[in-house]
């Protein structure tokens, strides 16, 4: 027994020295930025005023959010969040079934399914984007003459959403096919022998089993779209009241030189991610795939 | 087999590199980082003739808009970065770049040489607490340019131009006056130019303080009325300097207030139009107005490792000869008085003394650290032009702008 212990004692211990190299290296390279940018927005740091810095303690934090600029765009972040992810787990869930259930021709489907995804967002981006313009592009030419969609709020809030859930609606479909597979056929054939009809045995069977799938595809896709910056910054730049989070944060940090009101800005949405996830690991109980049986 | 790919591969990498360093056998070589402009690069050929081996000039094109210019400059400003040494920059960034420390002052004897002939207001545009940061290259002033048909006396006011517009809507003719009121800097030009016609400022001319008040609100309910008016065209809020001139060029508007890269295009595209196409000075609030000032000077970043050729190498580069082969082959107005006399001026400026008379009078945008805070927020404030609330936008930028000034300004 002490024998087998003194054992498992190594293989910990060299499993922590196999483990330090790589995180020591995050550290550095994740660990230091974050640090620094959480020092620096504690300062009035304005490249424009280099004489200027100083510590200034919460003050750039109350600035930052009692602007209705920053909770404008914070509106806008939820509300594309929310859609998009929403629209992604029908679609994806769906594109899934037919992935899962397809018996000719299963490979090609899913590369093609998985297109959109494998496509670099901002190149995505650029083809909606003159797909919208007036002029040139074959949507933009479907609508009335003299529309410039992308020239208004809700009208750009959509397309932004649009390119949002196209890009990664496969994505999502990928994450709960992964959560299709822990399904057994036995349980929901089961159930037919029973009387539950296909509406009946989706509801009540998988779902419930695929439920850490779809928790962790949620999770995954909230953190992200929280984070939407690309689609946004080629479709609109955040003109016309479009800007999430990040736009504004960018804005702030690189156009306007304010390292200090920037950095404020990033470690809000650093928190606000780390209070999403914690939402989901704590209240849905989200765990990797898997780990729920052996809880 | 793949072993001896990847060896040619980066056998290949380093002869690119190393040539790359041994390129022009040891000539120092300035970067000149500039806004695109077709004829520049002979200029640019003209000086390294003149500079007989002491240093080779290369030409960097940045991007076409004004943000990613400077995005791109101030980005590698502020990592130090010695590959840039000559600066193409805007006239509302020299303040900022010189604050920061990321462009070097003209020393008096160089100062002495940029200056000399320059007019007045293109060469405040290069200063900034007293000390030259760049030396004046060319100058842009906006006219009201207008058809002879439909208007015989030029408007010498806003509510002229709106009078006249009234009139011909009543006959059933073109009645749009176009001018730049889409939310971006051009709202903001038109802006301050309003206020300096009503007699006043965004900032006071330290660049420190807020002053707006008064002739804020005046200018506010100026654009604000004309935008409400039969001379507003339907997408004013849409419209920058190139929708203006395509709007004019279709036959749609009577008059723009516009650059005057607008009288050469308006020959090219509508020769009928050309024939009663004329400029006139910019439209006032109750007299003369104030015409909005642009341009781009030359400045020497602070990280450059060749100050001393960078800066012999900016002065060619804006000097009488160079100003005038912007002029004729890109339609650059010039910053030195003398060039205006020259006669290879006269074919393709016959508005030159236009110009030159509204250069006097012009007003330059406010010079501060933070402009680009102050032209994000007075243009988010003032779009749709037909929605400003003048007594209210007016206390509501006052606020936005002195938080700008004390770093807490948050940009939309």
């Known amino acids: ?295 | 087999m793949r072993g001896l790919i990847a060896y040619v591969l980066v056998a290949g990498g380093l002869a690119t590199v190393l040539s790359g360093c041994g390129g022009g056998g040891g000539l120092t070589v300035i970067n000149l980082y500039n806004a695109p402009q077709e004829n520049l690069s002979k200029i640019v050929e003209r000086c390294n003739e003149l500079a007989e081996g002491r240093y080779r000039i290369a030409l960097n094109t940045l991007p076409r808009d004004a943000d990613g210019q400077r995005e791109q400059m101030v980005r590698r400003l502020a990592a130090s970065d010695p590959g840039m040494d000559v600066l193409g920059i805007d006239v509302t960034w020299t303040a900022e770049l010189a604050s920061a420390n990321w462009i070097l002052p003209w020393p008096d004897d160089l100062r002495e040489q940029a200056e000399k002939g320059v007019l007045k207001a293109p060469l405040e545009t290069a200063t900034y607490e007293d000390e030259l940061y760049a030396a004046p290259y060319n100058t842009n002033v906006q006219l009201l340019w207008y058809r002879t048909d439909l208007m015989p006396e030029p408007a010498e006011t806003w509510n002229d131009l709106i009078k006249t517009a009234g009139r011909l809507a009543d006959e059933g003719e073109p009645h749009y006056v176009e001018v730049t009121g889409a939310q971006y800097e051009g709202l903001v030009v038109w802006f301050n130019s309003m206020i300096a016609s009503a007699g006043g400022s965004i900032l006071n001319d330290a660049g420190d303080r807020v002053e707006l008040g008064k002739p804020a609100v005046t200018a506010m309910r100026q654009i604000r009325d004309f935008a409400t008016s039969a001379a507003a065209n339907p997408s004013l809020s849409n419209t920058q300097e190139d929708t203006a001139r395509l709007a004019m060029e279709s036959g749609a508007a009577f008059a723009q207030l516009n650059w005057p890269f607008v009288f050469a295009s308006m020959v090219g595209n509508r020769p009928d139009l050309a024939e009663n196409f004329a400029w006139a000075p910019y439209p006032g609030i109750d007299g003369p107005g104030k015409a909005p000032l642009g341009g781009a000077n030359f400045a020497i970043s602070a990280y450059s490792e060749h100050p001393t050729e960078a800066f012999d190498a900016a002065l060619c580069l804006r000097d009488d000869e160079s100003q005038l082969m912007a002029a004729v082959n890109d339609g650059l107005p010039p910053t030195i008085e003398s060039v205006y006399a020259d006669p290879a001026m006269a074919d393709p400026y016959p508005m030159r003394d236009a110009i030159l008379e509204a250069i006097k009078t012009a007003a330059p945008r406010p010079v501060t650290p933070v402009y680009q805070n102050v032209s994000t927020v007075t243009s988010a404030l003032l779009s749709p032009p037909r929605g400003i609330d003048p007594a209210g936008d007016e206390r509501r930028l006052a606020e936005q702008l002195k938080d700008a000034l004390e770093s807490r300004g948050v940009l939309p």
């Not at chain 1, 949002?164 to 990928?174: R, S």
């Open chain 1, 1 to 295: 027994m002490t024998g087998s212990g003194d054992v498992k004692a190594a293989e910990r211990r060299l499993g922590l020295w196999l483990c330090a190299p790589a995180a020591i290296f995050m550290v550095l390279v994740a660990g230091w930025p974050i640090l620094y940018s959480i020092w620096l927005s504690f300062n009035r740091y304005d490249l424009r005023f280099p004489q200027d810095q100083q510590w200034v303690g919460l003050e750039n934090y109350l600035t930052v959010l009692t602007n209705e600029f920053w909770w404008t765009a914070f509106g806008i972040t939820v509300l594309i969040t929310v859609v998009s992810v929403s629209i992604e787990l029908v679609l994806g869930m769906g594109l899934a079934i037919v992935m899962h259930r397809t018996l000719v021709g299963r490979g090609l489907i899913r590369t093609v399914v998985l297109i959109p995804y494998g496509i670099v967002t901002v190149v995505a981006a650029f083809g909606w984007f003159y797909a919208w313009t007036p002029g040139t592009g074959w949507l933009a030419a479907l609508l009335p003459d003299g529309s410039a969609p992308l020239t208004e709020q809700w009208p750009a809030i959509l397309i932004i959403i649009g390119a949002e859930v196209w890009k990664t609606t496969p994505f999502m479909a990928l994450l709960l096919l992964a959560g299709l597979a822990l399904v057994p056929d036995e349980l929901s054939r089961a159930a037919a022998m029973d009387g539950a009809g296909r509406w009946k045995r989706f509801v009540k069977i998988t779902l419930p089993l695929m439920r850490p799938a779809i928790a962790v595809a949620l999770l995954f896709r909230t953190l992200d779209a929280f984070r939407i910056y690309d689609n946004i910054f080629i479709l609109t730049k955040g003109a016309q009241n479009t800007g999430s989070v990040s736009i504004i944060t960018y804005t702030n940090l690189v156009s306007g030189l304010n390292l200090g009101i920037g950095s404020t800005m990033s470690v809000l949405i650093f928190i606000t991610v780390a209070i999403i996830a914690f939402i989901f690991v704590k209240v849905f109980k989200t765990g990797t795939p898997g780990t729920e049986g052996r809880r």
